[in-house]
């Protein structure tokens, strides 16, 4: 048995049947990921030592006849912008390098407390920016279904190693679509839970009025169980939504009879390939097949959004990056001569796209520019969010292509900093709205997974979920991809 | 918009962020065109709208006013690679 291939639930089973150790469990994905690191370039810390104590204390109880949770002695990764006590963490950038956090990520708390096992931290865009993972202090991460392109992002390290079997879920941060775009061009379920729902507490801050914490899995059953540990108000951040953690395994009922589904028209372009497209329209068939009801809807603004989006977001980074002086916390030029100089030096470590959205978000913010700029676009996103908050009285789910593109080839966009911000067309305006919004893989088109969304309103990923698992349910779990790399052991 | 290199020199040190005189030029083509792109907005006419600055709608959230003590100073202060000094980092001085 591959036990790298299994889902949460198999895992669990065969754990608690004693078909295998959470030991073997651990091992089988920290050889899957020894294996196909230097292909993949998943992680940028693994922690093996860690892994092994944690599973063999699950396998005591296992002994011991004792029952255990269903996330009890499942591996997992975490984006390396989740605070881990005692585990380096970078957000992917060389300005936090050797910092180790003395605290864990609220989220990060409540899936150990749950007895998950954690396999280390992943690579991604640096502090969130970038929707390929290339703007990156360290290693590009690789498609698993094709290794010279880019694995999407900037949650792409967690989203390969799922994809590849390095671990069974990874934690990811989702602003303008991070945990939403690495999960279609890889092929696997990732969850964007509406702002609030899940604490930011002890995550690098991108944007803070658009962070949402989220995961990738193999399955939709898996996500809901990592999003009943994770979710729910948490006094060290006040902006998470009072309303109670649905259980969310127990809302996939698998009956999606007269859901509405709205298809909106500004998503299905000229623009994107329509071997895309053709994908899309296959998935929405099977949902009406299964009993949904469709009806086309208009979201007019969703042209903006991008405009938005590259507003606020830079905006709200200039504040958030500030702290990364060399001072409390990072690596510290320690005999620069004045404050600034010590200010300028240890900032250079920030990729030239953080740079470039810090400077941006500087601009638009500063003194003359504010009300043309930052003003503005908080006014352009009530429109887009009255948009959504109006077709959903008339629909209860909304279907959407999730990428407007093909993984594409790693470096081909690197030097047009807007030719990748567009790819963000179709994820920004949920993120903006503070929806939630799940990427279910489709298909694939020339070999290369092919995503959609079910975005829902707020706090309402029971539905999205239900959706999803109803989908799943019909076309079996999507592939794992075969790769060359692993043939040779 | 595009942005001069005087500007873009002004706003790097407005972010305390270095840059060498040839990367000057490159940082302001591709600032330029983003704030270009940008400009799109003004196609809309958004004067007595609303601005969101916070898709929950929460505000004030409370807690009680209790001191409470932070259980590791100096496991807290051990990020730091500058001297420590009575529990305090010891920095340059801001003023002159």
Not at chain 1, 308 to 333: H, L, Q, T, W
Not at chain 1, 352 to 377: C, H, N, Q
Not at chain 2, 84 to 91: A, M, P, S, T
Request: net charge neutral; proline share 5%.
């Amino acid at each position: 048995m591959d036990l790298t291939k299994l889902t949460i639930r198999e895992a669990h089973r065969g754990l608690t049947e004693g078909q295998f150790s959470a030991v073997e469990l651990s091992e089988a994905c920290l050889k899957r990921i020894a294996d196909s690191e230097s292909s993949l370039q998943a992680f940028i810390t693994v922690t093996k030592e860690e892994a092994r104590k944690r599973s063999q204390d699950v396998d005591k109880k296992l002994k011991r006849g004792e029952e255990i949770g269903i996330l009890e002695g499942i591996p997992y990764s975490a984006k390396d912008m989740f605070c881990t006590r005692g585990i380096q963490t970078t957000a992917g950038s060389r300005i936090l390098e050797g910092f180790v956090p003395t605290y864990n990520a609220t989220s990060i708390k409540r899936i150990d407390s749950a007895g998950a096992i954690i396999l280390g931290k992943n690579t991604q865009d640096e502090f969130g920016h970038g929707a390929s993972s290339e703007n990156t202090g360290f290693a590009v991460p690789r498609n698993p279904w094709d290794t010279t392109r880019v694995a999407g992002g900037s949650s792409g390290g967690s989203a390969v190693a799922v994809a590849s079997g390095g671990a069974f879920f990874s934690l990811g941060t989702d602003t303008g679509g991070s945990i939403r775009l690495p999960s279609s061009f890889c092929g696997i379920v990732g969850l964007k839970p509406s702002y609030g729902r899940v604490s930011r507490y002890g995550v690098v801050a991108m944007a803070s009025s658009l962070d949402t914490i989220g995961c990738m899995a193999r399955s939709t059953e898996d996500v809901s169980y990592i999003m009943k540990v994770m979710a729910g108000s948490d006094v060290f951040d006040s902006t998470t939504i009072k309303q109670p953690v649905p259980d969310y395994p127990s809302l996939l009922s698998g009956d999606i009879t007269d859901l509405k589904i709205g298809i909106p028209k500004e998503y299905f372009t000229d623009e994107v390939p329509k071997e895309i497209i053709e994908q899309i329209w296959n998935s929405i068939e099977v949902l009406k097949k299964l009993g949904a009801t469709m009806k086309e809807i208009s979201l007019p603004h969703t042209k903006y959004g991008v405009a938005a989006y590259y507003v606020i977001c830079p905006c709200e980074v200039s504040a958030n990056m500030a702290r990364y002086d060399g001072i409390r916390f990072g690596p510290a030029k320690k005999d620069a001569e004045s404050l600034l100089e010590m200010y300028l030096e240890n900032r250079t470590k920030f990729h030239p796209e953080v740079k470039r959205r810090i400077m941006i978000g500087t601009f638009a913010l500063s003194s003359g520019y504010y009300d043309a700029y930052y003003l503005k676009a908080q006014k352009v996103r009530t429109l887009i969010k009255k948009d959504f908050d109006k077709a959903f009285n008339e629909v209860d789910v909304i279907v959407a292509p999730t990428a407007p593109c093909l993984p594409f080839k790693i470096g081909e966009k690197a030097n047009d900093p807007l030719a990748l911000y567009l790819g963000d067309v179709f994820t920004i305006p949920v993120s903006l709205a503070g929806l939630c919004s799940l990427n279910m893989p489709a298909g694939l088109v020339s070999g290369l997974p092919v995503g959609f969304q079910i975005i829902g309103p707020q706090a309402a990923e029971d539905r999205v979920l239900n959706v999803g698992y109803r989908y799943e349910k019909e076309l079996g779990r999507f592939p794992m991809p075969k790769m060359a790399i692993l043939d040779a052991f | 918009m595009a942005l001069t290199k005087d500007q873009v020199r002004h706003i790097a040190r407005l972010a305390r962020i270095k840059l060498i005189d040839s990367e000057i030029e490159d940082y302001a083509a591709k600032l330029s065109s983003v704030l270009d792109y940008v400009d799109i907005l003004n196609e809309l006419k958004v004067g007595d709208i609303e601005p969101t600055y916070q898709v929950t709608g929460i505000k004030g959230v409370w807690r009680s006013d209790e001191v409470k003590s932070y259980e590791n100073p100096a496991e807290l202060l051990g990020n730091t690679e500058l001297a420590l000094e009575r529990g305090q980092i010891k920095v340059k001085k801001v003023f002159d």
